[in-house]
């Protein structure tokens, strides 16, 4: 069982109202890999440029399970992303976007990497996404995601892409753009009509919600005192959850909730620290027992 994930791998400038970080590690595909790689083995697909500084490959390549055959130097500048967060860490300013090596990049698989069983298309143009799905005929699973920068600027092969998917995963904000509702339930309908089996709408500190044409679940946020960056949290939860759908014989309704659950519990995480450096120390028993914390805070008995 093998997940590729794909999509940028980039340096970010963070600041919150409490401190602020530049040149950090960052990227969609980053967080996601380093979250999946908790339950199966993983392949990193993106590329950086030749400015990409050595001490964050080596970060990378201390992830045990990750695979960085498909990490590549493809031009002078890696990509660069910067925000701004307001108190609620909740609301946040994107203060630039750089595309680097990722405005001209074709993405090509390895030899051998077609046979991956699962796949994460992380944000990035959509046209490409989709011609890596086209390049994954076993497939048990691919998800796609997206940002505003997409939304904006491709929305139909954005559309088309997500039709093309099992699973579309997108924050509320942009599932209310993409379908034109305030409603969050409408809008994950809409989308879930354009094609995909299954929608996952992320709602930051409260949750996720997972809707499908037989189901509708919703999983809350784990309730954690001290928050210190939630950037990457929407990737880690899509790592974690397609990293646990990889990792079982059949991906099943039970299942998928499990998944979800698996995802908010990895993003729970990634948010105690800047960029994806609590991914970094992070350990399966660790996510194991948040795991059964959050079902003990969700369970309760039928009344009479």
Same mark, same amino acid.
């Given at each position: @069982?093998?997940? %590729?994930?794909?999509?940028?791998?980039?340096?970010?400038?963070?600041?919150?109202?409490? &401190?602020?970080?530049?040149?950090?590690?960052?990227?969609?595909?980053?967080?996601?890999? @380093?979250? &999946?790689?908790?339950?199966?083995?993983?392949?990193?697909?993106?590329?950086?440029?030749?400015?990409?500084?050595?001490?964050?490959?080596?970060?990378?390549?201390?992830?045990?399970?990750?695979?960085?055959?498909? #990490?590549?130097?493809?031009?002078?500048?890696?990509?660069?992303? /910067? /925000?701004?967060?307001?108190?609620?860490?909740?609301?946040?300013?994107? %203060?630039?976007?750089?595309?680097?090596?990722?405005?001209?990049?074709?993405?090509?698989?390895?030899?051998?990497?077609?046979?991956?069983?699962?796949?994460?298309?992380?944000? *990035?143009?959509?046209?490409?996404?989709?011609?890596?799905?086209?390049?994954?005929? =076993? +497939?048990?699973?691919?998800?796609?995601?997206?940002?505003?920068?997409?939304?904006? *600027? @491709?929305? =139909?092969?954005?559309?088309?892409? @997500?039709? &093309?998917?099992?699973?579309?995963?997108?924050?509320?904000?942009?599932?209310?753009? !993409? +379908?034109?509702?305030?409603?969050?339930?409408?809008? +994950?309908?809409?989308? %879930?009509? *354009?094609? $995909?089996? /299954?929608?996952?709408?992320?709602? =930051?500190?409260?949750?996720? +919600?997972?809707?499908?044409?037989?189901?509708?679940?919703?999983?809350?946020?784990?309730? %954690?005192?001290?928050?210190?960056? $939630?950037? =990457?949290? *929407?990737?880690?939860?899509?790592?974690?959850?397609?990293?646990?759908?990889?990792?079982?014989?059949? !991906?099943?309704?039970?299942?998928?909730?499990?998944?979800? !659950?698996?995802?908010?519990?990895?993003?729970?995480?990634?948010?105690?620290?800047?960029?994806?450096?609590?991914? #970094?120390?992070?350990?399966?028993?660790?996510?194991?027992?948040?795991? /059964?914390?959050?079902?003990?805070?969700?369970?309760?008995?039928?009344?009479?």
């Amino acid at each position: @069982m093998t997940l %590729l994930v794909a999509g940028w791998v980039a340096i970010d400038e963070i600041e919150t109202p409490f &401190a602020k970080v530049e040149d950090s590690l960052g990227g969609s595909a980053t967080c996601a890999a @380093m979250a &999946a790689a908790l339950f199966t083995d993983v392949r990193l697909l993106a590329a950086v440029g030749e400015d990409f500084p050595a001490h964050h490959r080596r970060t990378l390549e201390s992830v045990a399970r990750l695979d960085l055959g498909g #990490l590549t130097v493809e031009g002078p500048r890696t990509s660069r992303w /910067g /925000g701004r967060y307001h108190y609620d860490l909740n609301t946040r300013d994107t %203060l630039y976007t750089e595309l680097g090596v990722n405005a001209a990049w074709r993405p090509e698989l390895p030899a051998g990497w077609e046979d991956s069983t699962t796949a994460f298309l992380a944000a *990035g143009d959509p046209l490409m996404q989709r011609v890596l799905m086209g390049a994954l005929p =076993g +497939a048990k699973a691919t998800m796609v995601d997206t940002i505003k920068f997409y939304i904006d *600027g @491709m929305p =139909g092969e954005l559309r088309e892409t @997500m039709g &093309a998917a099992d699973f579309v995963t997108v924050n509320e904000s942009e599932a209310r753009e !993409i +379908a034109g509702t305030p409603s969050i339930a409408k809008a +994950a309908r809409a989308l %879930l009509a *354009g094609g $995909p089996k /299954g929608v996952i709408v992320k709602l =930051g500190e409260y949750g996720a +919600a997972f809707v499908s044409e037989s189901d509708y679940f919703v999983a809350p946020g784990y309730p %954690l005192e001290e928050v210190v960056d $939630p950037t =990457g949290a *929407g990737d880690a939860f899509a790592g974690g959850f397609l990293g646990y759908l990889d990792s079982v014989p059949a !991906i099943t309704p039970a299942e998928i909730r499990k998944a979800v !659950i698996y995802g908010s519990t990895v993003a729970s995480f990634d948010v105690e620290g800047f960029g994806p450096s609590r991914l #970094l120390t992070l350990t399966r028993a660790e996510v194991e027992a948040r795991y /059964g914390e959050f079902r003990r805070l969700t369970h309760f008995e039928a009344g009479e």
